[in-house]
């Protein structure tokens, strides 16, 4: 860590720190970078890590020039992954009784992880999750669903759509005839889910926390678990320390801090997309791409952004469908992938598709069912020339 954003980073304890223009996103990302300490620790903002968790940090899962996870797999198919997390659940999103939202690989000195995880895929197939639990067998209904770290580079697009050009899009009952259906995720709060593989979050900051909270095992104001995803039959968990401290709004991590890291992320520039002229443009849009992937929607306050994607659900069929449901929304259903920093992951390891599945754009696109069924067919009717023309646009994006 450079000394600047090392000692930007310490003086976060002091409580209603005001940051100057720039330096806010200079201390997000010293946050960012930090390698967490179980409680207690000497130093109060460095602790809180676990009890149990995935990673220790964020960049940890996010790195590279988008930011997104680097996976590799191996001959045998064993996947090498710092990026890949595994969600636990039931069609219906019910959390594993034991185990909870998600496995957590990893435990603090002197408590036991919750289990070994090995990844691996057969070319471009579902990746498959092998568990080896500790504590205690999985529930009969629940399901393992791999979860690739995304892409991170231009996430602040996402916050800057006004949220009725996403309820504008809503079609489900499929009005117009062309087998699209999608539907915004509401909240209990009555909010809009964007952020994560099936909208969970409305805002940046919430998804941060979450994130911090689930992988991480941090609590902060917007998700106050000091012991992460530990459930009541994780007794061990319970009882260690936690970091809660009074300087932090009562938690691990203040409300400060996660909208520091939200800020450092809402800096990070995707390329500029192309002309919305470009030759190419009119085949994304004549296959059927563009009917969930929208090159641009409404910006709160006026003009648009960039982004394509609809940020509604849809429904992606079975061979996308790995059993795990959030509340509202089933198992098949996943939020349009915003198509932005495209561009930075061309030539790296970088995969796509919730659970890094697939190696190269074509094997995403041939993957995609249900609503999208359509839109594969036409895709792959293209000429060979109309094809490579096809991905190559999606790789400026």
Not at 252 to 260: A, D, K, P, V, W
């Amino acid at each position: 860590m450079r000394p600047l954003h090392a000692a930007l980073a310490a003086l976060l304890v002091l409580p209603g720190l005001a940051l100057a223009d720039g330096l806010d996103r200079a201390a997000g990302k010293a946050l960012f970078d930090r390698i967490w300490v179980a409680a207690p620790s000497s130093t109060l903002a460095n602790d809180g890590l676990g009890p149990l968790f995935n990673e220790k940090s964020c960049a940890s899962c996010h790195s590279g020039k988008a930011f997104a996870a680097k996976i590799e797999a191996a001959p045998d198919g064993t996947i090498a992954a710092r990026g890949l997390a595994t969600r636990l659940g039931d069609a219906l999103g019910h959390p594993d009784p034991l185990y909870g939202r998600q496995i957590q690989p990893r435990a603090v000195q002197g408590l036991e992880s919750e289990g070994t995880v090995t990844y691996r895929t057969a070319g471009e197939g579902p990746v498959s999750v092998a568990f080896a639990p500790a504590l205690g067998p999985l529930d009969p209904a629940t399901r393992l669903g791999p979860r690739l770290a995304p892409p991170l580079a231009g996430i602040g697009r996402i916050g800057l759509v006004d949220p009725a050009a996403i309820l504008a899009g809503e079609d489900p009952d499929d009005r117009d005839g062309d087998g699209v259906k999608g539907h915004a995720r509401r909240l209990p709060d009555g909010a809009i889910g964007r952020y994560g593989w099936k909208a969970s979050a409305a805002t940046l900051d919430q998804q941060v926390a979450d994130a911090f909270m689930l992988d991480i095992g941090m609590s902060s104001p917007l998700s106050p678990h000091p012991h992460g995803d530990c459930t009541k039959g994780e007794t061990a968990c319970l009882a260690a320390p936690d970091g809660r401290d009074a300087t932090f709004d009562g938690e691990e991590i203040s409300r400060q801090m996660i909208g520091l890291v939200s800020a450092y992320l809402d800096g990070l520039a995707a390329p500029k997309s192309p002309a919305v002229d470009d030759p190419a443009a009119s085949l994304f849009a004549a296959t059927g791409c563009a009917a969930c992937h929208r090159p641009a929607l409404a910006k709160t306050g006026g003009g648009s952004v960039a982004l394509y994607s609809d940020l509604l659900l849809h429904d992606m069929g079975p061979g996308l469908d790995d059993g795990v449901g959030e509340p509202g929304v089933a198992s098949a259903e996943w939020r349009t992938a915003p198509l932005i920093a495209l561009a930075l992951r061309r030539g790296t390891k970088t995969r796509y598709l919730h659970d890094g599945r697939a190696e190269t754009l074509d094997a995403a696109i041939r993957a995609h069912g249900g609503e999208a069924s359509r839109a594969r067919t036409n895709y792959a009717a293209l000429s060979e020339e109309d094809r490579m023309r096809l991905l190559t646009f999606l790789d400026r994006l």
